[in-house]
T-cell receptor, first 113, second 114 residues
Framework: SQTIHQWPATLVQPVGSPLSLECTVE??????LYWYRQAAGRGLQLLFY??????ISSEVPQNLSASRPQDRQFILSSKKLLLSDSGFYLC????????????FGPGTRLTVT | DQQVKQNSPSLSVQEGRISILNCDYT??????FLWYKKYPAEGPTFLIS?????DKNEDGRFTVFLNKSAKHLSLHIVPSQPGDSAVYFC?????????????FGGGTRLMVKP
């Protein structure tokens, strides 16, 4: 079964600073990978997804970007954080494109001050 | 436009009683539905799912009902336990050229009182 790692677990960053969140997956090959954000008291908003190395699709236009440099590595970045970027960021994995259940990592709590 | 809605942001239930969480969707192309459970500061964990060709799926204390004509699904937890206190998300799956994509509802916070 797959295991999803995310780091850091918690991050406090000032407005205007850069961001790099990392997600790595174990136990599966060539998964679909996803970045979601949960704002305070809100649902899960899909930010980016990737079906393979170097293939990124964006669901919401914003100052965030994503990259997939390796098969089981997914990175969420920003050059300049905004206050509105605060939230709980979740990486998820779909082991095969025919599957339905996505598996989530433990999340990163980002607070932009 | 929210395609998946959970209209009750919170629900409080006494231990041992039934918890019923509801979810409505608008897209008739959704063909699979899932419920996830989420504790604070943790990632959601998959709970139970149902295919659109079924109207009921049961797993222990958890049962999901699907009413396709009403575009409505519900999660029943019987009996409810304090450890069930969490946020529950329903999700609907539709096929895209990137495989099966999930659309999540806004979540319902369930509180089970001892």
């Amino acid at each position: 079964s797959q295991t999803i790692h995310q780091w850091p677990a918690t991050l406090v960053q000032p407005v205007g600073s850069p961001l790099s969140l990392e997600c790595t997956v174990e136990g599966t090959s060539n998964p679909n990978l996803y970045w979601y954000r949960q704002a305070a008291g809100r649902g899960l908003q899909l930010l980016f997804y990737s079906v393979g190395i170097g293939q990124i699709s964006s669901e919401v236009p914003q100052n965030l970007s994503a990259s997939r440099p390796q098969d089981r590595q997914f990175i969420l970045s920003s050059k300049k954080l905004l206050l509105s970027d605060s939230g709980f960021y979740l990486c998820a994995c779909l082991p095969t494109s025919a599957a339905y259940e996505q598996y989530f990592g433990p999340g990163t709590r980002l607070t932009v001050t | 436009d929210q395609q998946v809605k959970q209209n009750s942001p919170s629900l409080s239930v006494q231990e041992g009683r039934i918890s019923i969480l509801n979810c409505d969707y608008t897209n008739s192309m959704f063909d699979y539905f899932l419920w996830y459970k989420k504790y604070p500061a943790e990632g959601p964990t998959f709970l139970i799912s149902i295919s659109s060709i079924k109207d009921k799926n049961e797993d222990g204390r958890f049962t999901v009902f699907l009413n396709k004509s009403a575009k409505h699904l519900s999660l029943h937890i019987v009996p409810s336990q304090p450890g069930d206190s969490a946020v529950y998300f329903c999700a609907a799956s539709g096929f895209s050229n990137a495989g099966n994509m999930l659309t999540f509802g806004g979540g319902t916070r369930l509180m089970v009182k001892p």
